[in-house]
């Protein structure tokens, strides 16, 4: 039985936003009391995760003196070299100032829109010098609550020309830099733009240099949409577009959770780690969760060594899954082709459309073959509730 300790090579990595996360929310004040960089760095070190993500004012705050930024980031580079923690992904954060309180690259205002650019490239700088190798871009606010007062088609043109101008500036400056956009259907704003990973996989076909642009899906955010995050994952990897990825958990009725990984949805996590190991996903496992306003403390610890924990039971169990017999036997009879059309699969021909649409199907037969859906379901319920 593996120990489900976590190890540098699982990539676990959490943001300083999650361990960091003081329990505050709309209806309440903070709880637990905030953790400096350098010491979230170290309880990250503590619990075994491999390396730790920000914002820009997760590390800097946003009133901080150039004298102050660059004490903070000497800190938190002596923390991360005292640890090995690293830095696999930064971001901005384009949500909280009141400048940006509608929207920041989709801004009504074109001096918010300016800053918005001013603030990035500075931010992604800052990532650059810590290690990032990927850039995530949530457009928290990049939404309305009316229609009334902004274009959606001007907003997705300004949202495109700011993520062109950030990657002419990533270019410009020789960075080794990937962008992962992330996607979210609502909150803070009542609608925000490109709400799912699959409007993100659409929108990057349009810019300038899709080829450095992907996304980063989010389970909580997919959930809140009511779609498959695994499905979602799929498409984007199908895509060569799986730059990063936020694994967390959700209730699909609700307002973004962030639970901790696996702990509301055990099913739809197993067939997400399922998925990731069968490809051979190689990038960071990133937790953008938090713990429950109820803990302190020890119940961080707890969340954090949770989120990795189950994604490393769930590892064994798709491990477990691809080697039981019984399962894979249903899985080839599911599967089973007898080969008699394989002259029509592939690419078209006029020769081959011509001779399929001159071939007699029996209609009938075909709807006759049932699946053994039932039997490998439950196969994969034994499975993960440990019975067999
Ligand atoms: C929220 O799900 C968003 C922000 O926390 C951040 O911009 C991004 C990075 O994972 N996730
Ligand atoms: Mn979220
Ligand atoms: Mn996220």
């Known amino acids: 039985m593996t120990d489900f300790q976590p190890k540098p090579e699982h990539k676990f990595t959490f943001g300083l936003w999650t361990v960091g996360n003081t329990g505050a929310d709309p209806f309440g004040k903070a709880v637990r009391k905030a953790l400096s960089p350098v010491e979230i760095v170290h309880l990250l070190a503590e619990v075994g995760a491999w390396g730790v993500n920000f914002h820009d004012n997760d590390l800097v705050p946003i009133d901080a003196t150039p004298a102050q930024r660059d004490q903070i980031v000497k800190d938190f580079k002596q923390a991360l070299k005292d640890t090995g923690i690293v830095v696999p992904m930064a971001t901005t954060n384009l949500f909280s100032d009141p400048a940006f309180r509608d929207g920041a690259f989709t801004s009504n205002d074109p001096k918010v829109r300016a800053y918005a650019l001013h603030k990035t490239m500075r931010a992604i700088d800052l990532g650059v010098e810590l290690g990032a190798k990927t850039y995530v871009f949530w457009g928290g606010r990049e939404g309305t609550e009316t229609d009334a007062g902004k274009s959606a088609l001007e907003s997705g043109k300004r949202f495109a020309e700011a993520l062109n101008f950030l990657c002419e500036y990533a ?3 020789q960075y080794d830099l990937k962008f992962a956009l992330e996607a979210k ?7 925000i733009y490109l709400p799912t990973t699959g409007a993100m996989l659409g929108f990057i076909a349009t810019l300038d240099h899709p080829e450095m ?3 980063n899906p989010e389970m909580a955010h997919e959930h809140m949409a009511g779609l498959n995050f695994m499905h979602a994952v799929a498409q984007a990897w199908g895509a060569g577009k799986l730059f990063h990825i936020d694994l967390n958990d959700q209730n699909y009725a609700r307002y973004d959770q962030d639970l901790r990984f696996g702990s509301q949805n055990p099913k739809a996590a197993f067939f997400l780690v399922k998925f990731l190991e069968d490809v051979g996903y ?3 496992r990133h937790f953008d969760a938090h713990a429950y306003r109820t803990d302190n403390l020890d119940g961080v610890k707890a969340f954090a060594r ?10 064994e169990k798709a491990a477990q899954f691809n080697a039981d017999p019984d399962i894979q036997a249903l899985l080839a009879q599911i599967n089973a082709d007898d080969g008699s059309l394989v002259q029509f699969s592939g690419k078209y021909s006029a020769d081959k459309a011509k001779s399929l649409k ?3 199907f029996d209609r009938v037969a075909l709807g006759q073959r049932g699946q053994p859906y039932e039997q490998l379901d439950q196969l994969t319920i034994d499975l993960l509730l440990g019975v067999r």
């Open 171 to 173: 270019l410009d400056n």
């Open 185 to 191: 259907p609502n909150e803070p704003r009542g609608d």
């Open 213 to 215: 642009v992907g996304v």
């Open 282 to 284: 190689a990038g960071s």
């Open 306 to 315: 949770g989120c990795m924990r189950t994604y490393l039971i769930l590892k």
């Open 358 to 360: 001159a071939y007699e």
